[in-house]
């Protein structure tokens, strides 16, 4: 997640903490995930319900792709942690609050946090002013990307055990770099023991794109590129399986914004759905 210069946490990391906050407030019954932590960690008041971003019809289908690879982390995380897999690590963890919403996770897990020096000290700042607890199995690693720091040694140092298995989430960050850099993180992941799982989303070309999500697409990438972080990594579903492919994964599962509207949006009566834009892969070692 880039930093603003503030150690406040940037805009696309507020949007989508917001956006979870949100789909509590707006959205019918079932809810996809539970979340208005991160809310209270971006905003100290409601004035947030006025942001043009948080228009419900407008925000509508990325509201809906940011809670249900939200859910999608966290189930897989579940899921691992029935096979003793007791290591979690969030690649630009932004304004998460898994560790905030699963308190009776820390029997079973560690979670890692990675993100830039500034912004992780002003979310320990504000969990304490809000008198969350940081607790033990709770470990914010901060990397300086932008210094070329080592976010693998950062995360050894932080305790991570890369001898044992773990779940890696790494959402909403591929469309920030080149192929190059994204390979890297690949090979980092699929070092790993047997029994881990990364979990990443990737943007689609435009031309992949529903008619209807392209003017939602041109528009956030023109807020991108204001905000100094243009979307430059786009890539079909073959080009990108090809790439987590050549980085050592053994198994590979795309998850369409189809698949995971069937997965947790099936059978809803207020059209909430996936934007089709971004898809996400479940890579296995």
Same mark, same amino acid.
């Given at each position: ?13 507020v !949007?989508?903490?917001?956006w +979870? ?30 942001r043009?971003?948080? #228009? ?7 509201? *809906? ?10 189930d897989l995380?579940?899921?691992? *942690?029935? !096979? ?5 690590? #969030?690649? =630009?963890? =932004?304004?998460?609050? %898994? ?7 820390? &029997?079973k897990?560690?979670? @890692? ?7 992780q ?17 709770? +470990? ?10 080592d ?9 991570f ?41 990737? @943007? ?6 529903e008619? &209807?999500?392209?003017?939602? !697409?041109?528009?956030?990438?023109? =807020?991108?590129r204001?905000?100094?972080?243009? @979307? ?16 050592? @994964?053994?198994?590979? &599962? ?12 099936a ?5 909430? +759905?996936? %934007? ?5 892969? #479940?890579?296995?070692?």
């Open positions: 997640m880039a930093d603003n210069g503030a150690g406040i946490p940037d805009n696309t990391a !949007r989508t903490a917001l +979870r906050a949100l789909h509590m407030l707006v959205d019918e019954l079932p809810h996809v995930i539970d979340d208005t932590v991160g809310a209270r960690l971006a905003q100290d008041d409601d004035g947030w319900r006025a043009g971003d948080m #228009i419900p019809e407008i925000s509508r289908g990325k509201r *809906a792709t940011i809670v249900g690879r939200a859910r999608l982390a966290e995380v579940a899921q691992a *942690a029935t !096979r003793s897999v007791d290591q979690y690590v #969030i690649l =630009g963890a =932004g304004l998460d609050t %898994y560790a905030q919403r699963h308190p009776d996770m820390g &029997e897990i560690t979670v @890692f946090e990675i993100d830039q020096p500034e912004t000290a002003w979310k320990r700042n504000r969990l304490i002013e809000l008198r969350y607890d940081i607790p033990k199995w709770l +470990r914010l690693v901060p990397v300086d990307f932008e210094a070329n720091d976010w693998w040694d950062r995360l050894q140092a932080a305790g055990d890369t001898s044992r298995a773990a779940v890696v989430s790494w959402l909403g960050v591929t469309m920030y770099l080149t192929e190059q850099a994204t390979t890297a993180t690949l090979r980092r992941v699929a070092s790993l023991p047997p029994g881990s799982t990364l979990l990443l989303t990737f @943007f689609r070309p435009l031309e992949d794109l008619p &209807e999500d392209i003017a939602i !697409r041109r528009a956030s990438r023109e =807020g991108a204001r905000d100094g972080t243009p @979307f430059i990594g786009f890539y079909t579903p073959d080009q990108i399986i090809d790439l987590v492919r050549q980085a050592g @994964f053994a198994a590979v &599962e795309h998850v369409s914004a189809a698949n995971l509207a069937d997965c947790y949006f059978d809803r009566t207020d059209g909430l +759905r996936p %934007y089709s834009g971004e898809d996400a892969l #479940i890579a296995t070692v």
